[in-house]
């Protein structure tokens, strides 16, 4: 079973808003608790600050015993448009993550036990209604403990350098095209690993969207990578339809935080 609740403070004619959310969910094989706080404020219609804050807890049941896993995260941006031109919408994001997963590890260690710092920036242009390109540069740096045969504790620490791009075209009033592509590098290793994934969009109805497409590459990372890893893919969800966003702010709120 599960249950969920929120809270979002929208005065009339304010340049500010913010939003509470919890979510507790109880299964067979796992328990989740999730609290999650965002806000933002518009300084004029082409300059926005926006932030979010969100803790994950988990518990995982297995066959011999009980596994927990917890995410702790804060994000800030600088939302930016230039004056008179809506079509360009520009992002500068910092995320901070402090995260335990043993179940399926981190960028480090197997342990899951890090520190992520990430610094972004992403550029969205839509010259056309039916168009639209976007494309990000990201730097990470990631922060952990080793404990190496002989039990002696290190810090250990690694740099990675992301691009990532996207496009997505109208070809009908029912149908698109949808493209991205992603590459990571990490600098110690010097190791790149990238995907690449075209997809068909379904519009059945105003508000809805299917898509269906085949994902290439070997791009596995918590921070950049999508679930589900290379081959076929399928997803259903909810179309965003407003194409006029009066503020910088009003266009990234619903982006803000993705892959």
Same mark, same amino acid.
Do not use: C
């Given at each position: 079973? =599960?249950?969920?609740?929120?809270?979002? +403070?929208?005065?009339?004619?304010?340049?500010?808003?913010?939003?509470?959310?919890?979510?507790?969910?109880?299964?067979?094989?796992?328990?989740?608790?999730?609290?999650?706080?965002?806000?933002?404020?518009? /300084?004029?219609?082409?300059?926005?600050?926006? =932030?979010?804050?969100?803790?994950?807890?988990?518990?995982?049941?297995?066959?011999?015993?009980? !596994?927990?896993?917890?995410? &702790?995260?804060?994000?800030?941006? !600088?939302?930016?448009?230039?004056?008179?031109?809506?079509?360009?919408? !520009?992002?500068?994001? +910092?995320?901070?993550?402090?995260?335990?997963?043993?179940?399926?590890?981190?960028?480090?260690?197997? #342990?899951?036990?890090?520190?992520?710092?990430?610094?972004?920036?992403?550029?969205?242009?839509?010259?056309?209604?039916?168009?639209?390109?976007?494309?990000?540069?990201?730097?990470?740096?990631?922060?952990?403990?080793?404990?190496?045969?002989?039990?002696?504790?290190?810090?250990?620490?690694?740099?990675?350098?992301?691009?990532?791009?996207? +496009?997505?075209?109208?070809?009908? #009033?029912?149908?698109?095209?949808?493209?991205?592509?992603?590459?990571?590098?990490?600098?110690? =290793?010097?190791?790149?690993?990238?995907?690449?994934?075209?997809?068909?969009?379904?519009?059945?109805?105003?508000?809805?969207?299917?898509?269906?497409?085949?994902?290439?590459?070997?791009?596995?990372?918590?921070?950049?990578?999508?679930?589900?890893?290379?081959?076929? +893919?399928? &997803?259903?969800?909810?179309? /965003? &339809?407003?194409?006029?966003?009066? &503020?910088?702010?009003?266009?990234?709120? =619903?982006?803000?935080?993705?892959?």
């Amino acid at each position: 079973w =599960s249950f969920g609740a929120g809270a979002e +403070f929208l005065p009339a004619d304010a340049p500010y808003r913010a939003s509470a959310r919890g979510e507790y969910r109880d299964g067979d094989f796992a328990s989740t608790r999730l609290v999650s706080l965002a806000g933002d404020v518009s /300084l004029n219609r082409s300059l926005a600050v926006l =932030s979010r804050g969100e803790y994950v807890w988990t518990q995982q049941m297995l066959q011999n015993s009980d !596994v927990a896993r917890w995410r &702790t995260s804060a994000l800030l941006g !600088v939302a930016f448009r230039p004056i008179g031109n809506d079509a360009l919408n !520009v992002l500068t994001k +910092f995320e901070w993550l402090s995260e335990n997963n043993p179940l399926s590890g981190g960028v480090l260690g197997a #342990s899951g036990d890090e520190q992520r710092l990430i610094g972004a920036l992403e550029a969205i242009w839509a010259p056309v209604a039916w168009g639209e390109l976007g494309g990000r540069y990201a730097l990470r740096r990631t922060q952990a403990k080793g404990a190496p045969a002989d039990d002696v504790t290190q810090d250990l620490t690694s740099w990675a350098d992301y691009v990532g791009g996207r +496009f997505d075209l109208a070809i009908r #009033s029912w149908l698109g095209f949808r493209g991205e592509s992603r590459l990571l590098i990490e600098r110690t =290793s010097h190791s790149q690993r990238w995907d690449l994934a075209p997809s068909l969009v379904f519009i059945p109805v105003d508000g809805l969207e299917a898509q269906f497409g085949y994902r290439f590459g070997d791009l596995r990372d918590p921070d950049f990578a999508v679930d589900g890893g290379a081959g076929l +893919f399928a &997803t259903f969800g909810v179309r /965003l &339809t407003e194409k006029v966003f009066p &503020t910088s702010a009003d266009f990234w709120r =619903s982006r803000f935080g993705k892959k």
